[in-house]
Structure formats: C-alpha cells, structure tokens
C-alpha cells in the first residue's frame, strides 16, 4: 500500500488551488496619462503643458525638445498585483518635412514635475508648479541636469518615422518600473520620451497628448493578482494535514501488524 506523503499532499491542495484561480485573478488594465507635457531646449524658461500634443526630437532651427509622461499606477491596480507585460502606444500626429526618423528612448524619471497649462504649440513663460527645460515646478526648483533627470538606461525604444501608432513593447524595464511605482507611488514620476538623435534636425515629431480623445497615449499593463490565503484555504489545509496524520498513523498501524505476523510462528 503506498501512503501518500505531506509533501504531495500539500503541494497537490496548491496546485489545485492555483489552477482554480488563474483566471479569476489574471487582468488587463488600459491607462491614459494624468499628466504629460513638453521642454523645450530653445525655450528653456517655457512651458507646454496644455493641448492636445507634446513633443520630443530635434528641432529644425535648433534645440532639443523631450516629452514627460506619467500614469497613475497605484491608483488603477490592486497592491498586491505582479506586472507580467507593460506595453505603451504613442501617436504621431505631426512629422515635419524633410522628416529624419530615428530611436525614441523611454527613460525613467527621478524627480517630481508639473504638467502646466502653457499652449502646446508656443508655449508660454512658466510659472510656479509647471515643468520647464530648466525646472520640475517653475522658478526654484531645478532639474539636477537641465533638460529633466531620468535614468540613464532607457526602460524601452521603439524606432519612429512617420504619421501613425507606434508601439514600446513591453520589456523588462518597463515591468520593473510599473511594478516599482504600484509599490512605490511616491517614486512615479513617470517616462520621459527623447529621441536618441535629438542633435538631429527634424528628428522631432508631436504626439497626440492625453487630451487628445482619438490619439492619447495607452499603457497596457498585464497582471496577476496574488490572492491572500482565505479562510477555505486555510480549512483546506487544515484537513490535508489531518488526514496526512491519520494517514501515517494508519500505516504505523499497518506495519506494525506486519511485523508481528512476521516474528510470529506458523501453524499449517
């Protein structure tokens, strides 16, 4: 007779548990942006936050100009979600002529930033809260490094040429810094969007911005929620472990009649 051990048992009342709720638990979430907005290298005290578009590339008379985005993260998953993919979509509604296509890098933002209300083809000077080339939040607070501070290794990047939808595949990087904002809300301070030729004329291109209903950025994040142990797992647990026990009890009984029969002699 084979007697079933506590290690099977157990790891069968899990897997049986997991199988039962996969897909319970497995969800896909779409996000717009809450706040994006535009600095602008040429326009340094500037800011762009209002409208339909931002932008990012180089400029035909000059000048870099990078895009911020960030997403609410914790506000839209559950604190216990594990990100399995991130994806992004961006729109290019405006390509200049005599267009240079080239790699667009998402990089990880460090410090905190204001959108602004500055019209998003001119811009406007900065005032307090809004994010300039120069500063996060307008007048006295600066970037570390002007231009906005982000981390060095591009989360992702995606090769962008002409009008159209362009997606960031989802990669290591992008899932490692949505799960560490769902973690971590006060370190979101969101991607910021700039093209690896931005010394390049015309590299620039203007995507659709988050109020731009038709061409809005999307985050697409894939996830699986860790579900805690309820009180049924619990219970159901608590009955594999009982019989586990009776069960070797059972076959110490069994064995032990064994032995017995064995030591004892026999009558024909």
Request: aromatic share 10%.
């Amino acid at each position: 007779m084979k007697i079933v051990s506590l290690r099977e048992l157990v790891l069968g009342f899990f897997v049986f548990i997991a199988s039962s709720t996969d897909e319970l638990f497995a969800a896909t979430v779409s996000l717009h942006p809450n706040a994006d907005t535009t600095v602008q290298e040429a326009y340094p005290d500037y800011n762009f936050g209002d409208g339909i578009s931002f932008t990012a590339g180089g400029r035909r008379l000059g000048g870099r100009t990078r895009g911020l985005l960030e997403f609410d993260i914790a506000g839209n998953l559950p604190a216990n979600a594990v990100i399995n993919s991130v994806t992004l979509t961006l729109n290019v509604v405006h390509v200049p002529s005599g267009a240079v296509a080239s790699t667009f890098d998402l990089n990880r933002v460090l410090s905190g930033w204001g959108e602004g209300n500055g019209n998003d083809m001119g811009g406007t000077p900065g005032l307090a809260g809004q994010a300039t080339w120069l500063a996060r939040f307008g007048t006295g607070t600066p970037w570390t490094t002007a231009g906005g501070d982000f981390f060095a290794a591009a989360s992702a990047n995606k090769a962008i040429g002409g009008f159209g939808s362009y997606l960031f595949g989802s990669t290591a990087g992008m899932v490692g810094d949505v799960q560490g904002w769902l973690a971590s809300p006060s370190s979101n301070f969101g991607w910021l969007l700039r093209s690896e030729s931005e010394l390049t004329a015309t590299t620039i291109r203007r995507f659709g911005s988050r109020e731009d209903d038709l061409n809005s950025p999307v985050l697409t994040i894939q996830y699986t929620v860790v579900p805690e142990p309820g009180a049924a797992s619990l219970i159901g647990l608590g009955v594999v472990m009982l019989a586990c026990r009776q069960a070797r009890k059972y076959a110490g009984l069994l064995e032990t009649q064994d032995r017995v029969e064995r030591l004892s002699p026999k009558f024909g």
